[in-house]
């Protein structure tokens, strides 16, 4: 597609409740790259593919959260047993070169609220 | 470790009217500089970047100089428009990741 698609744009979940985000990158975009951003606050990394490969997870806040990107294209960040401070803006964002030294393309982002 | 402290906000202005936005990073190596821009209810958009000591970005009447000497990378626009409002975010990278500032929110009023 023409830009970095995600999906679904809000999300209400239940405390305890697993919930599963999508982001759709650019056709041919090696690199794909999720990031949280707080209210009022600027995006943080959470982890980073190269293809299929996950090369960084290491903002991953704690075990609940799990991302893949299987055939090196669409990507999914799922988040077990909700908590309320889960609550965010989840950015994806992708780029044709490895490190993204052209500047990435953002979705629009997923708003999950855990109430 | 790396990062960007930016200029807190909000901030307003009458159109016309000139704004910087202040923006200073720490980085090990050589880092590029980038402004990101949110407009409400969508998602960040790449406003300019610079690669280099000394080169300025540009785009849409914004500019910013990446200085080593002062580690800076301020954002200024010498007439800004109502359609500007919006929050602005400094960014370091490239890498694994980028390290972005808290934003700086914006409103020109007419």
Request: charged share 20%; aromatic share 12%; net charge negative.
């Amino acid at each position: 597609g023409a830009g970095v698609s995600q999906s679904p744009r809000y999300k209400v979940a239940k405390r305890g409740q697993d919930v599963a985000l999508r982001c759709d990158p650019i056709s041919g975009h090696v690199s794909l790259f999720w990031y949280q951003q707080a209210l009022g606050q600027g995006p943080e990394f959470l982890t980073y593919f190269q293809n299929e490969a996950q090369l960084d997870k290491s903002g991953l806040p704690s075990d609940r959260f799990f991302a893949e990107r299987p055939e090196g294209s669409v990507s999914t960040l799922k988040i077990q047993r909700t908590q309320q401070e889960d609550s965010a803006v989840y950015l994806c964002a992708s780029s044709l070169d490895p490190t993204g030294v052209g500047g990435y393309t953002f979705g629009s982002g997923t708003r999950l609220t855990v109430v | 470790g790396d990062s960007v402290t930016q200029m807190e906000g909000p901030v307003t202005l009458s159109e016309e009217a000139f704004l910087t936005i202040n923006c200073t990073y720490t980085a090990t190596g050589y880092p590029s500089l980038f402004w990101y821009v949110q407009y409400p209810g969508e998602g960040l958009q790449l406003l300019l970047k610079a690669t280099k000591a000394d080169d300025k970005g540009s785009n849409k009447g914004f500019e910013a100089t990446y200085r080593k000497e002062t580690t800076s990378f301020h954002l200024e626009k010498g007439s800004v428009q109502v359609s500007d409002s919006a929050v602005y975010f400094c960014a370091l990278g490239p890498g694994n990741q980028f390290y972005f500032g808290t934003g700086t929110s914006l409103t020109v009023i007419p």
